[in-house]
């Protein structure tokens, strides 16, 4: 048993005095500070918009700059299903809730292939996953993940679920392609000279 936690401790040292080297790159890392504005984004929870563009007016504006934004600022996109919901009660008897994943397709940055997303009780978005808890389980999500380093040094992430619907998905593949969703519709029409 000693030696074994000696082996552990050496491991341990080394893998600390190499920040910089191969096995600080195998885990996650923030592409940048998690701001005020990131709260907003990834929130902890779901939305089940699936055509932003039915919202009308400002509420379809506002919506998809939050989009673009989201895409913009997330350090991993996935499509995903969840598989299973799991609750816990902490010790300041909160319900929290772990989102066991399955990812179908990876669209931006390192996502492993199963993955939980744990949503904390006092998250932002823990209401929209409280309430929509059966409807988790049936449907595919694009997933928006952002990391940050907590106080003690450790690599955490908050996320956002989108239902994956065609129109959400062509938004995210033509942002992170650089291009803009088509929203017009043009009509030509040929004039013969009189």
Excluded at 77 to 90: G, H, K, P, Q, S
Excluded at 163 to 172: D, F, K, R, T
Aim: proline residues 5%; hydrophobic residues 45%.
């Amino acid at each position: 048993m000693r030696r074994s936690l000696l082996v552990l401790w050496i491991f341990v040292m080394l893998a600390g005095g190499c920040a910089g080297g191969s096995a600080a790159a195998a885990g996650p890392r923030p592409s940048s500070p998690f701001s005020d504005a990131d709260s907003k984004l990834f929130e902890d929870g779901v939305d089940f918009v699936a055509d932003p563009a039915v919202l009308g007016g400002r509420w379809a504006e506002d919506s998809e700059s939050e989009a673009f934004a989201r895409i913009d600022a997330a350090d991993v996109i996935a499509l995903i299903t969840v598989n299973t919901l799991r609750t816990d009660i902490d010790p300041q008897q909160r319900t929290n809730y772990g989102l066991g994943l399955n990812v179908a397709e990876k669209l931006k940055g390192a996502f492993v292939v199963d993955a939980t997303l744990t949503v904390s009780g006092d998250a932002q978005g823990f209401a929209s996953i409280d309430r929509d808890r059966q409807r988790l389980l049936s449907e595919r999500f694009v997933v928006f993940v952002k990391w940050y380093a907590k106080p003690d040094g450790i690599v955490a992430g908050h996320f956002h679920l989108t239902i994956a619907s065609p129109v959400v998905l062509e938004q995210v593949r033509s942002r992170l392609h650089g291009s803009r969703p088509s929203n017009n519709i043009i009509i030509e029409r040929r004039v013969s000279a009189p």
